[in-house]
T-cell receptor
Framework: NAGVTQTPKFQVLKTGQSMTLQCAQD?????MSWYRQDPGMGLRLIHY???????DQGEVPNGYNVSRSTTEDFPLRLLSAAPSQTSVYFC???????????FGSGTRLTVV | AQSVAQPEDQVNVAEGNPLTVKCTYS??????LFWYVQYPNRGLQFLLK??????LVKGSYGFEAEFNKSQTSFHLKKPSALVSDSALYFC???????????????FGAGTQVVVTP
């Protein structure tokens, strides 16, 4: 089925480790974003992209990197994991300004 | 800058009663407004949106929302709530005027809806 695919679904990291959260969409959407969800804080934007080769920072970008080499893929890299990055991460995509986002099912990350 | 507020952490309603989830927003230009629902351990699902036109917007699962520009509100409503409507609801705004918001949604903190039988 068409949609946004996130992998892995669950991950446990040790402090200081690095990893990449994968996100892929097959809807040819230009806009893609990464959010983190923490209790009582809603969703906070980490990084976003308005097209291949174009990325920008969101509200909470520190400790994360992104790249957008293709329209389909938008990986999120944790450079050196910290316990404060324990969260649920959502990738989302949209085809335009007036369109809503389609969300992936999320990655639950625990940093110990 | 854009922002959105959901003043209630939780809304409790009996099945069959009307349900309202409140949302207010602040943008420098004109808003695109959205409602999403999240069921436990799932991603967010789109419910409805306001872009332009009729202030009353109808969406999925019998939900509707009313855009009120003077009160900068976009409250979500359902005439008769179901137990299956129990979930976390998020309001989101995108400012259509400023170019640096083109890629961004601003989400509210979310409102937990509990519908009791």
């Amino acid at each position: 089925n068409a949609g946004v695919t996130q992998t892995p679904k669950f991950q446990v990291l040790k402090t200081g480790q690095s990893m990449t959260l994968q996100c892929a969409q097959d809807m040819n959407h230009e806009y893609m974003s990464w959010y983190r969800q923490d209790p009582g804080m809603g969703l906070r934007l980490i990084h976003y992209s308005v097209g291949a080769g174009i990325t920008d920072q969101g509200e909470v970008p520190n400790g994360y990197n992104v790249s957008r080499s293709t329209t389909e893929d938008f990986p999120l890299r944790l450079l050196s994991a910290a316990p404060s990055q324990t969260s649920v991460y959502f990738c989302a995509s949209s085809y335009g300004q007036g369109a809503g986002y389609t969300f992936g099912s999320g990655t639950r990350l625990t940093v110990v | 800058a854009q922002s959105v507020a959901q003043p209630e952490d939780q809304v409790n309603v009996a099945e069959g009663n009307p349900l309202t989830v409140k949302c207010t927003y602040s943008v420098s230009g004109n808003p695109y407004l959205f409602w999403y629902v999240q069921y436990p351990n799932r991603g967010l699902q789109f419910l409805l949106k306001y872009i332009t036109g009729d202030n009353l917007v109808k969406g999925s699962y019998g939900f509707e929302a009313e855009f009120n520009k003077s009160q900068t509100s976009f409250h979500l409503k359902k005439p008769s709530a179901l137990v299956s409507d129990s979930a976390l609801y998020f309001c989101a705004v995108r400012d259509i005027l400023t170019t640096d918001s083109w890629g961004k949604f601003q989400f509210g903190a979310g409102t937990q809806v509990v519908v009791t039988p």
